[in-house]
């Protein structure tokens, strides 16, 4: 089964985008890829299976969780993220994070 980056990665090959846009596309799939390597690079391997990047907007990456420990929980881990997703997307421009609780 192919994991949602890939998926998305391969999508975006096929739509008509200016070079900045298709590497944008592309580091916003490997960041959907690694989701879960950056969960367990955090030590909160579990989160993984609870949350999810549901879009990047202005710079902010929303991400949806399923439960408000889990919440808690990636916000108290939300600087290492935000200098991960920088460190390795530095072309998204991810300047900061909102976690929601999925309804």
């Known amino acids: 089964m192919k994991r949602v980056g890939e998926l998305f990665s391969a999508i975006i090959d096929n739509l008509a985008l200016t070079e900045t846009q298709k590497q944008q596309a592309d580091s916003y799939s490997r960041l959907l890829s690694e989701w879960e390597d950056l969960m367990v690079k955090n030590g909160i391997a ?10 990047l907007d202005k710079g902010i990456a929303w991400i949806e ?32 994070i909102s976690i929601l609780l999925r309804r």
């Open 46 to 55: 579990a989160a993984a299976a609870h949350s999810r990047i549901t879009r």
């Open 65 to 96: 969780v399923d439960h408000p420990g889990w919440k808690q929980i990636l916000h108290t881990k939300e600087s290492k993220l935000l200098y991960d997703f920088n460190y390795r997307f530095p072309d998204l421009g991810i300047s900061g």
